[in-house]
Nanobody, 118 residues
Framework: QVQLVESGGGLVQAGGSLKLSCAASGNFFSINAMAWYRQAPGNQRELVERITTGGSTNYANSVKDRFTISRDNAKNTVYLQMNTLKPEDTAIYYC????????????WGQGTQVTVSS
């Protein structure tokens, strides 16, 4: 059974940094694109940043020059380095991946809370 497990969330002051990790486990052949989304209370889930197998990325304008996505294909892990955090970055952050097992399917992690205090 394929699973995505996130870690690294927490409480940080504005201007601080956090690094999120998301590791895929289970029986599968490969992982295609991986991404981080976030959802704040009362808001829709939104894309934060996405990375392809080859390392190409796209991101939300609100995190430009502050957040960086990366992946370690050998460890089946995607990271999100978040710098210069703002209170408006407070949300539950979710990892998403397209994983090829018996068939291709999209998987989501359980989410990790990031809270930025002012």
């Amino acid at each position: 059974q394929v699973q995505l497990v996130e870690s690294g969330g927490g409480l940080v002051q504005a201007g601080g940094s956090l690094k999120l990790s998301c590791a895929a486990s289970g029986n599968f052949f490969s992982i295609n694109a991986m991404a981080w989304y976030r959802q704040a209370p009362g808001n829709q889930r939104e894309l934060v940043e996405r990375i392809t197998t080859g390392g190409s990325t796209n991101y939300a304008n609100s995190v430009k020059d502050r957040f960086t996505i990366s992946r370690d294909n050998a460890k089946n892990t995607v990271y999100l380095q978040m710098n210069t955090l703002k209170p408006e970055d407070t949300a539950i952050y979710y990892c998403k991946a397209t994983i090829i097992a018996t068939r291709g399917a999209v998987y989501w992690g359980q989410g990790t809370q990031v809270t930025v205090s002012s």
